[in-house]
């Protein structure tokens, strides 16, 4: 008996992007709900768009990746708070990967912050509700900062052919912006913030859009200047997510977890990250060690099923972790996932056992991700 899939019911309450007539009219098949809002996962077919994006350019609507904006002069010293990364040389014009925790040092998002000004940052966040989190902050230590949600919807420009078009819109200039670093552009008489980031490991470039107006022209000044580049609409794709190791909020991690069970180690700088909530928590975790860690994982077989709840590890016959995101890889013709493992099984070349809804399927720890 085949599966049917349910359908999302639509209502004001999943809000629409500024880039939502433009999805739809590319004729997105499907959606999920990230931030209270729409995000496209696919269009023509998942491997179709696979291919694509890995050999052409594409237009992804992620204005779902809200930022939360802190603006004042406390601004940096709130900032800090949040992160056990030492942002204390970082310039504006710069964007840092940084692991957000609580006072367990459990990670709350992993977001990208812009600095765009020594007062003013924004806040790119993943999937969850971290706007309250920030103001509960602010607001028990009385800090002299605003903090609200800003009319900003970034678009990304992902893929190997990202940077031709993006200069054909914006000037040569485009090519000068280093790899996490953003620069300042005009678009219909408007500044408009360009970091040289995603999330794919394609290159390419995420624009901040400010103005829910601009969206749409945007969207179509892009599509007219990319047409002989075989531009296309597109999303965040699960297969080169996991390919390339890039993990999701909600999937891969949790406020279970810290950031050196999540390899995040190296965006930990805890000894002199002062002021951080969850300082000392990580602390000792830096000190001890984690007892899990992601890892790589090839599950063999035919393709698996789809991954939409953890799939347990075995190892002679006792749970050593689980598999938190896993899907069929065509250009690696193995099924590729992500896994929580133990520390007793995590070394590469480990085999292991996954119970998956269709049963066990065997598999191997590996040292490195694909892309």
């Known amino acids: 008996m085949a599966l049917i899939t349910p359908g999302l019911s639509l209502s004001r309450r999943l809000r629409r992007t500024p880039f939502s007539d433009g999805v739809e009219a590319a004729g997105v098949k499907a959606y999920t709900v990230y931030n209270r809002m729409l995000l496209p996962t696919v269009f023509e077919s998942m491997e179709a768009d696979y291919h694509h994006l890995k050999r052409h350019v594409q237009v992804w609507d992620v204005a779902c990746e809200r930022q939360v904006e802190l603006r004042g002069p406390d601004a940096g010293r709130l900032m800090q708070m949040l992160t056990p990364r030492d942002l204390r040389g970082m310039t504006a014009g710069q964007c840092f990967y940084v692991p957000i925790v609580d006072e367990t040092g459990g990670m709350l998002n992993d977001p990208v912050a812009v600095k765009l000004a020594e007062d003013r940052w ?99 000044r892009l599509f007219e200047a990319g047409a002989d580049l075989e531009v296309r609409a597109g999303c965040p794709n699960l297969i080169e997510r996991i390919e390339s190791g890039l993990l999701s909020y909600g999937n891969d991690m949790t406020d279970d977890n810290t950031p050196h069970e999540c390899g995040l180690g190296k965006f930990c700088n805890t000894h002199t990250a002062i002021g951080c909530i969850g300082r000392d928590a990580l602390l000792r975790v830096a000190k001890e060690g984690p007892v899990q860690q992601i890892r790589p994982i090839a599950i063999e077989g035919d393709v698996v099923p789809r991954c939409d709840r953890a799939w347990p590890l075995f190892a002679d016959g006792r749970q050593v972790g689980q598999v938190t995101s896993a899907t069929w890889s065509p250009d690696f013709a193995t099924n590729v996932a992500i896994g929580m493992v133990k520390m007793t099984h995590w070394t590469p070349g480990t085999r292991v056992e996954v119970e998956t809804p269709e049963g066990m399927r065997g598999a191997t720890i590996r040292q490195d991700f694909w892309n």
Request: no cysteine.
């Open 122 to 220: 924004w806040i790119s966040i993943a999937d969850s509700d971290l706007l309250y989190w920030v103001k509960g902050i602010a607001n028990g230590w009385r800090l002299d900062v605003l903090v609200d949600e800003p009319d900003v919807s970034p678009l990304a420009v992902q893929g190997p052919k990202a940077e031709d078009l993006m200069v054909r819109v914006f000037g040569e200039a485009i090519r000068s912006i280093r790899f996490f670093r953003f620069g300042v552009f005009q678009f219909e008489g408007r500044d408009t913030v360009i970091a040289r980031s995603g999330y794919s490991k394609q290159g390419g470039f995420e624009i901040y859009v400010e103005g829910g107006d601009l969206g749409m022209p945007l969207w179509t």
